[in-house]
């Protein structure tokens, strides 16, 4: 594989004539990948992202480096690497843990760790077993204080959906903060170098629902410009990147 500069792919290029669920991610993809294309990302890094999503080719589109995956269905190649199963929920358990796959330079845990019903600490270990010493995990997560949930939690009102009916989309069993994040961090065999705290969503395409979708150009747009000027603690997504503690005794940042 031959070296070559990374091209750009911009909101606009990912959101496309999307104006559901993609359009109002398109902006946190970007995200991850500028702070990819920040960890010096090369057609030769080795990458696992957990869950087979759009954001696997994107980081493939971006980089020209292979993109394995790790999640649910079986095991089998696709056209950016090779995906493999493994439900997280089972890392409970290290007899289970998978140990037939690849050490990663880098693993993206985006969006997913408030997915699972299982105690971070324990999926956390397992993840840490597929990255290098000198490796890099870049965790995503919603912003379990963000300003809207504080404001609700005032008002009397839960602002944390409930589990949902559907097996294979549960929904959300637990949003964490930042200081939880960092604890969890520690308990795993991480470092935290960074955090930063974002709002990365398009709130314009923030109504998509399963009976269709619902753009709202104008209190959308006037709704991204607040969220983005909120003080760092109050914004909506969380984004860290960690390394395996032995690898540093830099302090975290």
């Excluded at 994107?58 to 690497?81: K, N, P």
């Excluded at 985006?110 to 990255?131: C, G, M, Y």
Aim: charged letters at 25%; aromatic letters at 10%.
């Amino acid at each position: 594989m031959t070296n070559r500069p990374p091209a750009r792919l911009t909101v606009r290029d990912i959101r496309g004539d999307d104006d559901g669920y993609v359009a109002f991610h398109a902006p946190r993809y970007v995200y991850v990948l500028d702070r990819l294309a920040e960890a010096g990302l090369t057609p030769e890094t080795r990458v696992l992202d957990i869950g087979l999503s759009r954001l696997t080719g994107f980081i493939h589109d971006r980089f020209g480096c292979t993109v394995d995956s790790l999640g649910f269905g079986e095991d089998h190649d696709t056209q950016w690497g090779r995906h493999y199963v493994f439900d997280l929920n089972a890392s409970q358990d290290p007899a289970v843990w998978r140990r037939d796959l690849p050490r990663y330079d880098v693993i993206v845990m985006a969006e997913v760790i408030e997915h699972l019903h299982t105690a971070p600490q324990l999926v956390l270990r397992f993840i840490r077993s597929l990255l290098k010493d000198d490796g890099l995990l870049l965790l995503q997560t919603p912003n379990a204080a963000g300003l809207t949930k504080r404001i609700k939690l005032l008002l009397g009102r839960n602002p944390y959906e409930m589990i949902r009916l559907d097996p294979t989309d549960p929904g959300h069993f637990r949003e964490y903060t930042a200081a939880e994040l960092r604890g969890l961090a520690r308990d795993a065999g991480f470092e935290v170098r960074r955090t930063l705290n974002e709002c990365y969503f398009d709130m314009r395409y923030g109504l998509h629902t399963a009976a269709g979708n619902r753009p709202r150009p104008i209190v959308g747009a006037i709704m991204n410009i607040l969220y983005r000027s909120l003080p760092a603690p109050l914004r909506y997504g969380i984004t860290m990147e960690w390394r395996p503690r032995a690898r540093t005794g830099l302090p975290p940042r």
